[in-house]
């Protein structure tokens, strides 16, 4: 398997402007095999498609990690699901065009409802982006905004 390294930085959404602008939306259910922050095993659907994802530990900025993903059938997410730790992740994607670059806004519900977070990936750790009006504080690298962690201390409980 050859290290793939996402680099990805994230913002929470001050407000809804992004759905209009957005050119694709996806229901993802999500949840995890393992969500120790040193690897954590990602179980999704996607719409209409299944997925099995294993991240690394986050750089020390937070803005890199390791990210290996395969497609997989609906039918193996929903067998590998049975397995997971409980709690799932319930969000909307969507996608939206901003200069060269597409961010993934995802508006998350049930124990999570609130919150909407932005991520943009990018292809070097400088690389210059542009933030749409919409795109508040940058959240990058704070472990509490990890889906993995929205699990263990989802966003309701936050005062």
Known sequence: ??????????????????????????????????????????????????????????????????????????????????????????????EVNAGDHVFEVDEFFGTNEGLIVAEIELSHVSEVFLKPKWLGKEVTGQAKYFNSQLLKNPYKNWS
């Open 1 to 94: 398997m050859s290290e793939l390294i996402e680099i990805e930085r994230k913002f929470l959404v001050v407000s809804d402007a992004f759905k209009s602008e957005a050119f694709r939306r996806t229901r993802i259910v999500q949840a995890f095999l393992n969500s120790d922050k040193r690897r954590v095993v990602r179980v999704r659907i996607s719409g209409e498609e299944g997925f099995l994802t294993i991240k690394g530990e986050p750089s020390e900025d937070g803005v890199s990690r390791f990210e290996w993903e395969k497609q997989i059938s609906i039918s193996d997410a929903l067998a590998l699901l049975k397995l997971c730790e409980e709690g799932v992740i319930d969000k909307i994607r969507y």
